[in-house]
């Protein structure tokens, strides 16, 4: 599998900002990835050096929109957390 068809979004939230602040950037990943594999692609596409990978599966939810049902895709989410002396991941272009 090809490091950029592992990491498929970055996770843009309140909660994961604030995380960013202490080095942890959450990513939607293929939910066929494991943990090697996530921190092997992080490595390779940000040119940063992961220190530890936490995984989270979401299962898919039933929906409803007026009178048609359907289900949510299931998703699965990565923690990346950077070691103290790696750079800070640019998810934003060019910070100043």
Known sequence: MDARNVIL???ITEASMNAMD???YTFEV?????KPLIKKSVEEI???KVDKVNVVNTAKKPK???K???YTKKR???IITLSADSNDIALFGDEE
């Open 46 to 48: 940000f040119g940063v």
């Open 9 to 11: 979004r970055p996770i």
């Open 22 to 24: 202490s080095k942890k």
């Open 30 to 34: 293929d939910v066929r990835a494991k």
């Open 76 to 78: 699965r989410k990565a």
């Open 68 to 70: 048609y049902e359907g």
């Open 64 to 66: 409803r929109m007026g």
